[in-house]
C-alpha cells in the first residue's frame, strides 16, 4: 500500500501543478484512441499553443519503443520537447529532448501500461 500511495502521489502532485497551465485549453489528438485496439498508443496536446504532450501506452503487458507521434501545427519545429514527467519513476530519458524531423516525434520507449508528459518550449 505504501508503494502505491507513493505513485498516487506523485501523479496528483504533478497533476495538481500541471492543470493549472492547461485548465482552459481544448485537446487535439495527436494519436487518437483506435476503436479496433489495433494501435494501443494514444497522444493529445492542447489544441492552440502546445504547453504539454501527453503520450500513454494503454496495453499494460507490452512495452513500445521508437513510437512516432505526428507533428501538428500547434508543435512548431524550432521547440524543445523533453520529457518531464512519467509514471515509471525510473525513466532514464527524464529531462532528454525528444529527436524530430519535419513530420514526426520519436519517443524512444514506453512502458508497460506508462503514461509520459513532454514539455514544449522554445529553445534557450
Known amino acids: ?3 502505491l500511495f507513493h505513485e498516487l502521489n506523485r501523479i496528483k502532485l504533478f ?5 493549472k497551465l492547461i485548465n482552459r485549453a481544448t ?3 495527436l494519436l487518437s484512441p483506435d476503436p479496433t485496439a489495433g494501435n494501443r498508443v494514444i497522444a493529445w496536446t ?5 504547453a504539454f504532450i501527453f503520450i500513454c501506452n ?3 503487458e507490452n512495452p513500445r519503443s521508437n513510437i512516432k507521434i505526428p507533428r501538428r501545427n500547434q508543435i512548431p519545429l524550432h521547440t524543445r520537447v523533453s520529457l518531464t514527467f512519467s509514471t515509471s519513476e525510473q525513466n532514464p ?3 532528454q529532448q525528444l529527436a524530430s524531423s519535419q513530420h514526426w516525434l520519436q519517443v524512444p520507449r514506453l ?3 506508462e503514461c509520459q508528459c513532454y514539455a514544449v518550449s522554445l529553445p534557450s
Not at 497533476?15 to 492543470?19: F, M, V
Not at 492542447?46 to 502546445?50: G, P
Open 93 to 95: 530519458y527524464l529531462g
Open 15 to 19: 497533476a495538481d501543478h500541471t492543470i
Open 58 to 60: 494503454l496495453d499494460t
Open 111 to 113: 512502458g508497460a501500461g
Open 27 to 29: 485537446t487535439c489528438w
Open 46 to 50: 492542447q489544441a492552440v499553443e502546445s
Open 1 to 3: 500500500n505504501r508503494q
